[in-house]
């Protein structure tokens, strides 16, 4: 396989030369810069990268490791993140830790072992301990959607209480007085912030009320089951209103209402939360609370680098993005 | 930071033994196993993985390029060829090609950088020459769902003809006569096998047709247009089946007969094709012909193994899978 001298003797430059034509290109000559490139082609010649992180004692892959890689959400962050890596030429290694914080461990030790340059993380078991010493081993962190409020690691948040409000909002202005939130565990921050803001929007108005029905996750299925239970419910306990903790919920509250024969909106009201693609797509098109989910990949993606390119600095960023109201048939709209 | 020979002092040790001790356990006794790891555990001792890849020459990464992250059926691969890499403590780089042969290249670039162990690709473009060049210069490849009749790679690939059989098969069981087959562009080859199969089923069953609506991609907005277009016919010539040529596509379809006011099945029946999880969780749920998305991962994964494992090995492994078809609702099951 073709070395660095190899390209340099056919190019008739020293070795310096290349390495300064692959490394720092704004040193060399254009016309010295052609001849070398040329060479490259005509030898075959391919960067080692292993070689190069060994002398920078990092690797340029950034890591990730997202909560659940089923769920559209995660993707679309990952993909906002992908796209500002791949401008930089740097590879994403994508973990999904699926909510186990084994398998999350599983991938901090991947990625201590290959000395990355950074780690962005939704961290999902205690895992601070392992970020601080990956920090003081060379690789930047920076927290996405989770663990937000720790000062040490810039991260990027989603104001998930504004979330709550406006989505509770948007139902009592269309006339919704008994509204169920649906979702779980109670113990998931974002959960927790959702339905706290919409218990105060609820309490605010006078004669509406709101009901918890907590799921154990997040998924299609629990949707469907929660509002099973609802609709054995006496008619008049009946909520008019289903506000569901993410899209995956809403598409099994609608699948529910829609084969008890119940029409939506109508009958009962629903909207999600994320505006994932499949909200937009549903049967009655679903109302939901827009994440700005690639957004925050890319904001991710991009303080990460900047924690990478001056890793002394104590300067820490917390930056939060704002929710969106999408209003769709499912409410009306 | 702590080296080997640190260890190994701590340990009471030699290096090769502490080596041994890293890469070939088996080798040194559960006393001196329990020392190292102790020595390990306090002096924070990591794996440098650059220094291994560099003797070794290659980087213990999977590489692997999907055509559509945002597709679920491409994240149930993935997840079947992670679940395999885990176990393996090797990571997986993800790369979504979006369906351009640039992002592809791109990604084929940073693969053949890094000196990656093995790629597995659902290629885009012309790539055939690129990836003999990989695996001249020792990353093994594997190719998934395409391009899978090229002889010199092993592939996992599904039985397409199959699953257009099975699926219209379904339909003429059932009563319907007049279907439309929407999907496309015509040129993508899971749609030519799909739509031959079904083509073919059709012929067999005097007095039953087959439309195709063609269509650009594979959405969800796509199967509503092809759709909408289809109900604007006089009520004699429309269809009543819809075999979409993926579950977006028939989630889409289904949204436009939901939203004209027509049942399904009653009206119009639907079969959808990968069976995502969305397809069950729909407002009407949906049959498909479930691909074994994750299976072809692992077995992906595996056979990429045995190639990594046994690089100068003749054998190549052309595996095919086999579809199921899933009845729900929305073809009256």
């Known amino acids: 396989m073709a070395q660095v001298r190899d390209v340099a003797a056919r190019a008739g430059v020293s070795p310096a030369t290349v390495s300064n034509a692959l490394n720092h290109p704004s040193k060399v000559s254009p016309e010295t810069l052609t001849r070398i490139q040329a060479a490259i082609d005509e030898l075959g010649y391919v960067r080692n ?9 990092t690797n340029r892959a950034i890591g990730m490791i997202v909560l659940d890689v089923a769920n559209p959400f995660f993707t679309d962050v990952a993909r906002g993140v992908e796209d500002v890596l791949l401008d930089q030429q740097r590879p994403l290694i994508l973990g999904n830790s699926a909510q186990q914080p084994s398998r999350e461990t599983n991938y901090l030790d991947l990625f201590e072992q290959q000395r990355m340059d950074g780690v962005l993380i939704t961290p999902v078991g205690d895992v601070l301990d392992r970020l601080r010493r990956l920090r003081d081993r060379g ?10 409020r720790v000062k040490e690691f810039s991260s990027v948040a989603l104001d998930d209480k504004m979330g709550g409000r406006i989505a509770v909002q948007h139902l009592l202005d269309t006339g919704r007085r008994r509204i169920a939130f649906v ?31 907590e799921t154990e996750t997040m998924n299609a299925g629990a949707g469907r089951t929660a509002v099973e239970q609802l609709l054995a419910l006496p008619r008049a306990q009946r909520p008019d209103a289903v506000f569901a903790a993410n899209d995956l919920v809403a598409l099994g509250a609608l699948q529910a209402l829609t084969l008890a024969g119940l029409s ?8 999600g939360y994320d505006d994932i693609d499949f909200a937009a797509s549903a049967a009655i098109p679903l109302s939901s609370v827009r994440q700005p989910a690639h957004e925050m990949g890319s904001v991710a993606a991009t303080t990460l680098l900047g ?25 009306g709209g």
Request: positive net charge.
């Open 264 to 271: 939506v909106p109508d009958d009962i009201a629903i909207i």
């Open 183 to 213: 979702g779980g565990p109670a113990s998931l921050a974002q959960v927790k912030s959702r339905l706290s803001a919409a218990r105060r929007a609820v309490e605010q108005h006078g004669g509406a009320e709101l009901t918890f029905v």
């Open 139 to 148: 690789t930047s962190v920076v927290l996405v959607d989770r663990m937000t």
């Open 49 to 57: 990268d292993a070689a190069r992180q060994l002398r920078a004692g």
């Open 307 to 331: 924690v990478i390119a001056d890793p002394g600095s104590s300067t820490v960023q917390h930056v939060t993005l704002k929710p969106q109201l999408v209003v769709r048939r499912s409410t």
